[in-house]
């Protein structure tokens, strides 16, 4: 089974928020008239048997939201479920970890994003949106990080790559035919930004030069592991024009449920 979760909190984000409204928004677009609820290799995900979808989580502020988010995310995992989370902000992911690493000491992590995530603080927050990885890593939580779509390290966040030994290819290093070598249990964190923003208006931090829409599609359908769990984080409605955000995110949904359910 697959427990699809919202995860309303925006508390963390550095510079816009919105990312809270996110979940309900995704859900719209995934159900909209416009398009239909088959996965492009032919499933349909509406009312699939396989899937369930909890609604939202009722938050309160920081930083009692986190503990709630790693309850609420521990308690499917533990269950025996995997677990498909909508954000919010990209802390999220820290207490999604959390909620999988007891029952997955081993788990691998493909980290989607045009940022590195791995500053050891952010605006004096140890838990910004600029942080979630950084904070995984030192905890080690995941035994593996593979990043791709990062065009923006700093020196900084350079050497806290190094550190935790993750594994970066930088949007400037990327070639579709790239195979990954994962063995064991994976959690896919998506970041909207990874796109390029000429396919996803609806995200606060524009940072040019990345994936189309039909390259991120394609590395997750050619994914050949075991997926037990997967965020899309960073999607802003605030930003959007005409949902076309929200119906990238309802697209890259509806492929990843598909890896999940498998
Ligand atoms: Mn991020
Ligand atoms: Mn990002």
Redesign the pocket.
């Known amino acids: 089974m697959v427990s699809v979760i919202g995860i309303p909190l925006d508390e963390n984000s550095s510079f816009l928020r919105g990312a809270a409204q996110a979940p309900q928004r995704i859900r719209e677009a995934f159900k909209s008239d416009s398009a239909n609820s088959f996965s492009e290799n032919g499933v349909d995900l509406n009312n699939h048997p396989d899937i369930k979808d909890l609604g939202d989580l009722k938050l309160s502020s920081m930083p009692q939201a986190f503990d709630q988010i790693e309850k609420a995310v521990a308690h499917e995992v533990n269950a025996g479920n995997k677990v498909f989370s909508f954000g919010g902000d ?1 802390s999220i992911t820290y207490p999604i970890i959390k909620g999988f690493a007891k029952k997955y000491p081993d788990l691998q992590i493909l980290h989607i ?1 045009a ?1 590195g ?1 791995l500053y050891d603080s952010f605006e004096g927050s140890k838990f910004s ?1 600029a942080c979630p990885f950084a904070r995984i890593m030192e905890q080690g939580l995941a035994k593996r990080l593979v990043q791709i779509g990062i065009r923006t390290f700093t020196k900084h966040q350079r050497e806290q790559a190094k550190k935790f030994k993750v594994e970066t290819i930088e949007m400037k290093d990327w070639k579709d035919s790239f195979q990954f070598d994962f063995t064991g249990p994976v959690y896919i964190s998506l ?1 909207l ?1 990874a796109l390029d923003p000429a396919f996803v208006p609806g995200i606060s931090h524009y940072e040019p030069g990345g994936f189309s829409t039909r390259q991120l599609i394609s590395v997750i359908q050619n994914l050949n592991c075991q997926i037990v769990g997967a965020d899309i ?2 999607y802003n409605p605030n930003r959007d024009v005409h949902d076309m955000t929200a119906m990238v995110a309802a697209k890259l949904y509806k492929e990843l449920l598909v890896k999940l359910i498998k």
Do not use: P, Q, S, Y
């Open positions: 990209h994003d940022h995530d949106h970041d930004d984080v960073e």
